[in-house]
């Protein structure tokens, strides 16, 4: 690695200190609470337009549903079927400038789309729909090819002995979730804002008018209470912004309908698909199963949900119909219990419609403005760019009020952070042979390549300091231990958690879900960021409660 590329600058987190005291001391034009995706767009497209911008979240970036997702940017071709037309548009426009402006993150990805007999679509039908799916990208990708049932087979043998009726391959794109997340945050803190998380929001700070004028925040890590001025707070706290509405309003009417997402994991081996499959299994529902490197994913469940926000985990009655759904989609090769690497869950904040199944409820956004306050609700994965957009449309509306003159956004055509300036394949192979150079093995140079794009070359030189860090997190798989300082020093991970779960994916891509790997991960942890013997039980047991969220909804079924 060439010294000027190792003196790059990376796009990263000041100190934590440094940050809360900049939260303290400035009165802000917009503050943004909650830092999934939703929030992290808001104030990625706040700082854009010249503002001066926080952003605050309770846990880790991307802690809740937007690390919990079927990975995918996508157009919503089932959303065809209830007349969204606009949706799959909007969705499909995205999945461009995605693809164009995050290609380390956003990769295009083939799915078959196989249809059972008797199953609610017909081929003659998904062939109408993938024609109209292929007009509304506007030539955005390869066109879908129809298929017989026995060229289904071809293409994935694993499906032999499925009741099939035929089908059809056609284009969308896969992505890192919780990585997309987090370039979102450190791009907004590279055009100004100031992000941290780990500060769960006490109460509103309200004018004698009623407006809202800012908030108080709690530091997770201290206990200690703090007051962040703004003139326009954004709610963008997704399944929790029914519960904040009512701490202020008892009276409040739920505005959300809360939908569980649950996917499983398990070893390629035990269900080797050559590429993504999408089928119909109930009217309105998918099952996928994707490749992921040492995994396949197979989901998604779409269930009503009354429980609490936090903490939500999948039960073994989800588990129990995702596999035996593959079991009539893979008869001769569907996985078993015994063979589920990990199983989580995530929330959908969707919009209440009473009398709609949850399947059909829309995936549209929803954006409510009322004195000093923004809130933003619903909407998907792939349109987080234009729902952040929006949700700051009606905040400068707001700041217009006030005598404040917004820019106009700026994220269209911006490139992420880790984004390259020459085309992925190009890149990749120019830092393969740079990375080759220093000793770094070439199955974990392209890993760093696709998961950090250019700043993988901070990564490399981080290790080329210490060469004991090119140790793999765990044994086979290419996740060196460099990348657990990189994620404290620059990524802005306090916890195993984050590091095992949304930094890497260890949590759902290794059997025994890294559990081996946790006494490393918590010493080097501890040394970077100071712990003491008691911080870093708490970070062990933190991660140990999430395995066994995902233990606990599998072991009924071993038990049978």
Not at 146 to 160: C, D, H, I, T, Y
Not at 337 to 343: C, R, S
Not at 527 to 542: D, F, I
Request: glycine share 8%.
């Amino acid at each position: 690695m060439s010294a000027s590329a190792a003196a790059s600058p990376v796009a990263g987190f000041a100190p934590r200190a440094e940050r809360l005291a900049a939260l303290e001391r400035s009165h802000f034009d917009v503050l943004v609470v909650g830092g999934g995706i939703t929030g992290a767009a808001a104030a990625r497209d706040a700082a854009s337009r010249g503002l001066s911008v926080a952003l605050v979240e309770k846990e880790d970036w991307a802690a809740g549903t937007s690390s919990r997702s079927s990975k995918l940017v996508h157009g919503g071709l089932r959303y065809l079927a209830s007349g969204d037309l606009g949706l799959v548009f909007e969705s499909l426009s995205e999945r461009a400038r995605l693809l164009r402006n995050a290609p380390h993150l956003v990769s295009p990805l083939e799915f078959l789309f196989a249809i059972l007999r008797g199953r609610w679509v017909s081929p003659a039908a998904l062939s109408a729909g993938l024609t109209l799916y292929d007009f509304l990208a506007l030539r955005r990708g390869r066109r879908h090819r129809r298929l017989s049932a026995s060229g289904l087979v071809g293409q994935e043998p694993l499906l032999s002995g499925a009741d099939l009726a035929g089908g059809a391959l056609y284009a969308d794109a896969s992505t890192d979730d919780a990585r997309l997340t987090l370039e979102n945050v450190l791009d907004a803190g590279d055009l100004g804002a100031i992000a941290v998380s780990r500060l769960t929001l006490e109460s509103r700070v309200r004018a004698p008018s009623g407006a809202a004028v800012g908030a108080a925040l709690r530091d997770v890590e201290t206990g200690r209470v703090l007051e962040v001025r703004a003139r326009v707070t954004i709610d963008a706290t997704g399944p929790w912004s029914d519960r904040l509405r009512a701490q202020e309003d008892p009276s409040a009417a739920p505005r959300l309908r809360l939908s569980k997402g649950v996917h499983i994991t398990v070893p390629a081996a035990a269900l080797p698909v050559r590429r993504a499959v999408a089928i119909p299994v109930e009217r309105g529902r998918l099952l996928f199963a994707i490749p992921s490197g040492p995994v396949t994913l197979i989901g998604t469940t779409d269930t009503d949900y009354g429980g609490p926000a936090d903490g939500v985990a999948p039960d073994a009655e989800d588990v129990a119909y995702l596999l035996s759904r593959a079991q009539e989609v893979f008869p001769h090769s569907a996985p078993r219990a015994g063979d589920v690497v990990a199983a989580f869950a995530g929330l959908r904040p969707l919009r209440f419609e009473p009398g709609r199944e949850v399947s059909r409820t829309s995936r549209e956004e929803a954006i409510e403005t009322t004195p000093g306050a923004v809130s933003v609700t619903g909407g998907k994965l792939t349109t987080h760019r234009r729902m952040g957009e929006r949700a700051v449309d009606a905040a400068a509306a707001l700041l217009r009020e006030a005598g404040i003159r917004a820019g106009r956004s700026r994220t269209v055509d911006r490139p992420f952070p880790g984004a390259p300036a020459e085309p992925l394949p190009v890149f990749t192979e120019r830092f393969l042979d740079e990375a080759l150079r220093v000793g770094v093995t070439p199955a974990t140079a392209r890993h760093l390549a696709h998961r950090y794009g250019r700043r993988a070359r901070a990564v490399v030189a981080l290790a080329a300091a210490e060469p004991s860090l090119w140790m793999p997190i765990v044994p086979g798989l290419p996740d060196p231990e460099a990348e657990i300082l990189f994620a404290a020093r620059v990524e802005d991970a306090r916890a195993a958690s984050d590091v095992l779960i949304r930094r890497t994916h260890l949590f759902w891509q290794t059997p025994g879900q890294a559990v081996s790997a946790l006494p490393r991960v918590c010493e080097l942890l501890g040394k970077e960021l100071a712990w003491t013997p008691q911080a870093k039980e708490r970070s062990r047991e933190e991660y140990m409660r999430e395995v066994e969220r995902s233990a606990s909804a599998v072991a009924p079924l071993l038990e049978d």
